[in-house]
């Protein structure tokens, strides 16, 4: 298994904020008094599910597909993705006017991979988990030519990420825990760089769902878990982290929290009922974190990642309507 | 039937800003350039979701809390609502330290009447209805000796609810139209003072279920109507419009939209799963006058309020699944 290291660092982050800055949002922050007050913590919500194309993976796709060459750049790009970053790619090509092809695994989110088409992009299906799709996509681009923009294992996506902890921290000053769901581990590694460089004293938390919790086992073992079979609703976070992404991660992650399934659902439940907002459930992890307890933050000024909010309304309800839990503020 | 009229002007809404400024939100204006495009217009979208209280009631109810005396707000408020403004004046009157009594018909939202609870208001039952609601509430202040501010027949509210517009057209200049929808007009009619002050030629048009077309028929006839039976997915939208509400809206808004039950659902989806934004069935009236094409708005510049967002997924996700109708952009 080849395990690079990340050369990501402050300096790539700052340059990837200035590249992206034409293509992307400055997602607002929300605040909730009913929540703060029940966790007797302040909580600063950053709203990347209102990021161009529904998540944050535009901020690495954008920064990817603006990083590469002319020459490199007309031959078009291509990845694997369970639908966000497929989506964002398609958006940065478009925005490029080159070509993008995308591996959905056939277990992804169909309303992500309808996404992905109307954006412009072609996609291949393959069957699902990681030795899967990588397969795929390396099929692919040897017939093709493009560029692989990997969802996560890629310095560039990593930097573009990490532009998330930048504008976060400088919109809610004071925050002294950052807090981030981990799938391949893009956002959490990228974030972690940024926030530890702009607050050394920062604590920098993952929170993983429990089905899919390669992160956490990684963590345990003190060397990179990957998992082939992983069952989780946050169809976001069912990759297992990189090699550029573990090498941060270990470094700079203090804490991976894993979470129960219903707790994710009922998470989900809380924040399109009380913040108004639609997220998808993988943006529900941290939530759900918080609210089981499982992380406490009573006196703690906590920045929380919503990281996206590409769901379909009927197929996430029937989920609800077979939860057995329910969180209350 | 008494016919007052509103004295309400731009001067009012004025006033009532600045008085319920240390209390409510500046809510945040969303865009979609998917739904732009789609529509050949400019969309504005004031997330009064965001609003305390979760809808702009919050602003009619804390003018109308604030703007008593302290005798007269000693003895506490009383109103009847269908939810959203029961909430806000609880809110407004925990915030003034006083007590209040909502009469909330069994029709309402259970989601709601919990909300009206929870903000320290006491909820009293009553048969759906106006005639209902309106003979309830007036054996209830001559029991308590509350005051009563009503939920839209009400000039306080009508200034506070108008603040809406006053911050949306200073938030997204150039805007040529107006829409919001109506149910007891507080909310167009606030909002028609204020537009009309600020932008004399722009058009103001109102949003109604056609279940619940009271206003639309009053416009007809020249005459306000009443309706004793509505039946409309649109709770906030059942009652019918007040006599102060009457003589502004039938001066200054220039139409008034009827939409059918699946148009109003199949817009809360495209809100939820398009913009990410929560919103209640009553704040997508609007935006099935749009995608409905019975409101033509190419090459307009469009502010929309967003009502409001106080709803349960699943009640709503059950009325998703049985509808037949699908609004693509």
Avoid at 52 to 57: D, S
Avoid at 216 to 228: A, D, H, I, K
Avoid at 236 to 250: H, K, Q, V, Y
Wanted: net charge neutral; hydrophobic share 45%; aromatic share 4%.
């Amino acid at each position: 298994m080849a395990s690079e290291l990340s050369q990501v660092d402050a300096a790539a982050v700052r340059a990837a904020a200035d590249r992206i800055a034409p293509f992307v949002h400055r997602t607002p922050v929300h605040t909730s008094r009913r929540w703060d007050d029940h966790l007797g913590a302040r909580l600063f919500f950053k709203c990347e599910n209102f990021q161009v194309g529904g998540a944050f993976k535009a901020r690495g796709a954008f920064n990817a597909v603006w990083s590469l060459g002319e020459q490199e750049a007309a031959r078009g790009v291509a990845t694997h993705s369970s639908g966000n970053h497929g989506a964002a790619l398609a958006l940065a090509a478009a925005r490029r006017g080159i070509p993008a092809w995308v591996v959905v695994p056939r277990d992804a989110s169909g309303f992500k991979r309808r996404a992905i088409e109307r954006y412009g992009a072609r996609v291949v299906a393959c069957e699902p988990g990681i030795s899967n799709r990588e397969a795929r996509l390396a099929a692919l681009v040897e017939d093709c030519g493009a560029t692989v923009v990997h969802p996560y294992d890629d310095d560039r996506v990593i930097a573009g990420q990490g532009t998330t902890a930048l504008e976060l921290l400088a919109q809610a000053p004071g925050i002294d825990l950052l807090l981030a769901p981990v799938g391949g581990g893009g956002l959490i590694a990228g974030c972690a760089v940024m926030a530890r460089d702009l607050r050394p004293d920062i604590a920098v938390v993952a929170a993983e769902p429990a089905g899919a919790d390669d992160c956490w086992q990684s963590m345990q073992r003190g060397e990179r878990v990957r998992l082939e079979q992983v069952d989780t609703v946050a169809d976001g976070l069912r990759a297992s982290i990189g090699s550029r992404n573990w090498s941060l991660i270990s470094r700079l992650v203090d804490e991976v929290v894993r979470v129960e399934e219903e707790e994710i659902i009922a998470a989900t439940r809380l924040a399109w009922e009380v913040l108004k907002v639609v997220i998808e459930p993988s943006s529900a992890v941290p939530l759900a974190a918080l609210l089981s307890g499982r992380l406490p933050v009573r006196g703690r000024r906590v920045g929380v990642v919503l990281s996206g909010g590409n769901v379909e309304v009927e197929g996430l309800a029937g989920r609800l309507s077979t939860c057995g839990l329910e969180f209350r503020l």
